[in-house]
Antibody
Framework: QVQLKESGPGLVQPSETLSLTCTVS????????VHWVRQPPGKGLEWMGI???????DYNSALKSRLSISRDTSKSQVFLKMNSLQTEDTAIYYC?????WGQGVMVTVSS | DVVLTQTPVSLLISLGGQASISCRSS???????????LHWYLQKPGQSPQLLIY???NRFSGIPDRFSGSGSGTDFTLKISRVEPEDLGVYYC?????????FGAGTKLELK
């Protein structure tokens, strides 16, 4: 069945780079898009970006300068990298195939 | 970027009652291919969001027919009839017609 699972560090220092991995199963990355969405504590959902089946990407305008999404299709993994992290980037980070979502990973930005 | 305005911010509904949530877009969500990529999600407390309705009015697999979506262009509505306890949570609309994709701010459904 379709599954997505996020992994990465729970704590990141301000100004450092966040690296997250989304490992998928039950579908192929070459036939499906994967999105990243985040949710600050107690707040709404924010779409971050997408990597399409063909490998092209699009990003949230406000995050574009700091964000990069890539993938390794042989490992069924999608990667998120975001630099210059600030406390406002503290959130649950989800990867999603639109119809299915991962459980999310909580990332706290703090010294 | 497209702005989705959801109203109301919160809803107090009795069990068995009906709820209606509006999602208005700052521009038409009709894609150049003729489809309208406006979806509805429910996020129950402590859980990841789940897809309810895709492309305005299509219920996702396993979603009961108590949930219905309608609308066109810039104006969309999610209706929930015969509200049950498991319907509680925050409802979000999402547009995927334009890049970047954008979510509405959410509508919290609570029991009266």
């Amino acid at each position: 069945q379709v599954q997505l699972k996020e992994s990465g560090p729970g704590l990141v220092q301000p100004s450092e780079t966040l690296s997250l991995t989304c490992t998928v199963s039950g579908f192929s990355l070459t036939s499906n898009s994967v999105h990243w969405v985040r949710q600050p504590p107690g707040k709404g959902l924010e779409w971050m970006g997408i990597i399409r089946s063909g490998g092209s990407t699009d990003y949230n305008s406000a995050l574009k300068s700091r964000l990069s999404i890539s993938r390794d299709t042989s490992k069924s993994q999608v990667f998120l990298k975001m630099n210059s992290l600030q406390t406002e980037d503290t959130a649950i980070y989800y990867c999603t195939r639109e119809t299915h979502w991962g459980q999310g990973v909580m990332v706290t930005v703090s010294s | 970027d497209v702005v989705l305005t959801q109203t109301p911010v919160s809803l107090l509904i009795s069990l068995g009652g009906q709820a209606s949530i509006s999602c208005r877009s700052s521009q038409s969500l009709v894609h150049s291919n003729g489809n309208t990529y406006l979806h509805w999600y429910l996020q129950k407390p402590g859980q990841s969001p789940q897809l309810l309705i895709y492309q305005v009015s299509n219920r996702f697999s396993g979603i009961p027919d108590r949930f219905s979506g309608s609308g066109s262009g810039t104006d969309f509505t999610l209706k929930i009839s015969r509200v049950e306890p498991e319907d509680l949570g925050v409802y979000y609309c999402l547009q995927r017609t334009h890049n970047p994709n954008t979510f509405g701010a959410g509508t919290k459904l609570e029991l009266k």
